[in-house]
């Protein structure tokens, strides 16, 4: 059953349409950089995309930053949300259901197909950018290593974490961060060697509250940080490894919209409405993400971690978010996955 | 309400034929069960294929199918009659576990359905509500891809797949996608993926739908060919004429309870009475005084021959009184007759 959903999903051109419109964006954009030359200041602008300009080895994670935010997990959503209701809206379920498929079955299927949706997009667009940005850019040094840890403090996953300033060698001198108690959870943080520690976040560093920075402000600015890069270059086999981290970690961060779209896709049999219900839970929780007063649900939300990836190319790789990350968007997929089998196990197919 | 079609009882001449009141219920009194047999049947003659026990289905307060029990023996061409949104649909998707029922028992092919649905459901070639298949893929795909969901073995897929398409008349058909298929040929595309798994009971709801009469014989003799070798069919339609010239038992359902379930010979049973087309239609009324029971719009008598003396008698009869007669046929109940005495009008009736 697994090799059916993946064969109804690869011989569909809306698939290879889809892919290939993500793959197309950061072409476009590369396209742009390298006529121009005009990197984004740093500071500002997708990350990594000042540093492409040295490297077009860089490409890839510039390339994931651009699909990210919006276009990898609407494209997520209309796949994962029409898996069952397409095939109920357009008759195929009754048939395959009494084929028979089992209906748990078919929905780890369709789960799978969804799964090996998200593998393939992610790794389409980082091939394509890869030979896109080498192309452009040429493949000169990486240095992608990102020499600040990330300023976050107030109320991490377990409430422990506050990732104190000081151990980051290129922060932001003013950056707020609660006290600096480099807490026990994290004492394991050198600080890294910062030859160039550019002058970064300051965008951001004055908005924030004096005391307490907000944690997606302050992971925004680590996102912004990023764009500045020094350090020493990294080899091709390290660079590899940190760009499969960052693609296996953002495959997983998409698996929740998935895993929200499915669900929503068993309950309604109209895959648009299960699309636009999972791309509106997603905006509703990056609207929380930002708000102060929703701090007690960020670290619960599907999109707080999604920005952890740019962890991968820091040194050494900072692993507190993208483990939160995992953990969340696992729990989103267990819990949601319980709910899309209840429901489908128990419901009349009468489309 | 239905759709009369041609009528095949050969007592043209549109004579209007009444019926006799024996043997069917009206909707409201309770239905007796035909065969009732203790659910799980002991090993008889004829086992049952289908059973269901005060089978009930509500959506809120409305009953769609309503404490019915169906019979379903082996080899039997059975029609499932009713008026459109008389749960035919709703009861067809319960007997193959797409649709939980409220209340009541099925059986099929001796298990229990829903519990035991995946024992039988290879052994049941289907057809719910119109075909459906994935628009981008060639038919050939669509099946090969139906046959790869099952539980089936690889080995001679493809040999399957050719099978069902040439038995419904697309074994012709090039790798063109299921979109550009006419009505017709997909409806003979879902027959061919319910004939995919070589089916020992084949449940087909309006299967002839979008056919063209030609597509219509065609797909009526093929189900009589399955039957032949052994298929049971349980077949729903809202057309009458499609039920009567296929099917050897008739249940026919209204406002979701089943009022009648008998052999189709049984119900068509003759009335007795002869029906009288003549061009002297008043000469006629004459000479029969007594014996003309009623006149059809048409022109046409209906006539009580008298004791033992039928039909040729009335001929000498109405010749010696200078009659002409074009037709005089022993008068049948038609199974129209029958489901539009004892069905209401159509749920799609505002």
Not at chain 1, 173 to 184: I, Y
Not at chain 1, 231 to 259: C, E, F, K, N, Q
């Amino acid at each position: 059953m697994m090799v059916v959903e993946l064969r109804k999903l690869f011989r569909r051109p809306r698939t290879w349409v889809t892919i290939g419109l993500l793959c197309l964006l950061p072409a476009i954009v590369a396209v742009f950089l390298a006529s121009t030359r005009i990197a984004p200041p740093p500071g500002q602008g997708a990350a990594f995309l000042s540093a492409v300009l040295e490297s077009g080895s860089l490409y890839p994670a510039a390339a994931l930053a651009l699909v990210l935010p919006i276009f990898l997990p609407v494209a997520v959503a209309v796949i994962a949300g029409d898996t069952v209701a397409g095939e109920s809206g357009a008759g195929t379920l009754r048939y395959l259901l009494v084929r028979p498929v089992g209906r748990t079955k078919l929905l780890l299927a369709k789960l799978v197909s969804v799964v090996a949706f998200v593998v393939a997009t992610v790794a389409a667009v980082a091939g394509s950018s890869y030979v896109v940005g080498v192309t452009l850019f040429g493949a000169g040094d990486p240095v992608a290593v990102v020499n600040a840890i990330p300023q976050i403090s107030g109320p991490g996953g377990g409430g422990s974490s506050s990732s104190a300033g000081g151990s980051g060698g290129g922060s932001a001198a003013s950056a707020p961060s609660a006290g600096g108690s480099a807490s026990a959870a994290d004492p394991a943080e050198p600080a890294p060697a910062a030859p160039g520690a550019p002058s970064i976040g300051t965008p951001g560093a004055d908005t924030g509250s004096p005391t307490q920075l907000d944690p997606t402000e302050a992971r925004e600015r680590a996102a912004d940080s990023v764009a500045s890069l020094s350090g020493d270059p990294l080899s091709p086999a390290d660079l590899a490894l940190r760009l499969l981290g960052a693609m296996a970690y953002i495959t997983i961060s998409m698996l929740g919209v998935g895993a929200i779209a499915l669900f929503l896709s068993t309950v309604t049999a109209s895959s648009l409405g299960a699309t636009l219900g999972a791309l509106a839970a997603l905006i509703t929780s990056q609207v929380l993400v930002t708000l102060d007063a929703a701090a007690s649900v960020t670290p619960y939300l599907p999109t707080r971690y999604w920005l952890a990836w740019i962890d991968f190319f820091r040194d050494p790789i900072f692993l507190r978010d993208i483990r939160a990350g995992l953990i969340v968007q696992a729990a989103y997929v267990v819990i949601l996955m319980l709910a899309a089998w209840a429901n489908f196990t128990t419901k009349d197919v009468a489309q | 309400m239905t759709n009369l079609g041609e009528r095949s009882d050969g007592n043209g001449g549109g004579a209007r034929r009444s019926t006799a009141g024996t043997g069917v219920r009206t909707p409201s009194e309770p239905v007796p069960a035909q065969r009732a047999r203790p659910l799980p049947g002991p090993p008889v003659a004829t086992p049952l294929v289908i059973e269901t026990r005060g089978l009930t289905k509500r959506y809120g307060t409305r009953a769609a199918v309503d404490d019915v029990d169906l019979h379903v023996a082996e080899g039997d061409r059975y029609g499932f009659l009713g008026p459109n949104g008389s749960g035919k649909t709703t009861m067809v998707r319960m007997l193959l576990g797409l649709v939980f029922a409220t209340r009541g028992e099925i059986r099929v092919l001796g298990h229990e359905v829903p519990r035991e649905v995946h024992q039988v459901l290879p052994r049941i070639g289907a057809m719910v509500e119109g075909p459906a298949a994935y628009g981008h893929l060639s038919g050939r795909a669509n099946l090969d891809l139906l046959d790869a969901s099952g539980p089936g073995p690889r080995a001679g897929r493809r040999r399957r797949v050719g099978e069902a398409m040439e038995r419904v008349g697309l074994g012709g058909v090039d790798r063109r996608p299921v979109r550009t298929y006419s009505l017709g040929m997909r409806q003979r595309l879902g027959l061919a993926g319910a004939l995919l798994s070589r089916p020992d009971l084949l449940i087909l709801d309006e299967p002839t739908n979008g056919l063209d009469p030609h597509g219509i014989r065609e797909i009526r003799e093929l189900l009589i060919e399955l039957n032949h070798e052994g298929t049971t069919v349980f077949l729903s339609s809202h057309l009458l004429a499609e039920i009567e010239a296929l099917c050897t038992r008739v249940g026919v359902v209204d406002r979701g309870r089943l009022v009648l379930e008998e052999p189709l010979d049984a119900v068509r049973r003759r009335t007795g009475r002869v029906v009288l087309t003549t061009p002297d239609a008043d000469r006629a009324a004459a000479a029969l005084g007594g014996a003309l029971v009623d006149r059809t719009p048409e022109g046409a008598l209906i006539v009580t021959p008298a004791d033992g003396d039928g039909a040729a008698g009335l001929a000498r009869h109405l010749v010696g009184a200078g009659v002409r007669i074009d037709a005089l046929e022993p008068e049948t109940v038609s199974l129209e007759d029958v489901v539009v005495r004892i069905t209401g009008p159509g749920s799609d009736r505002a």
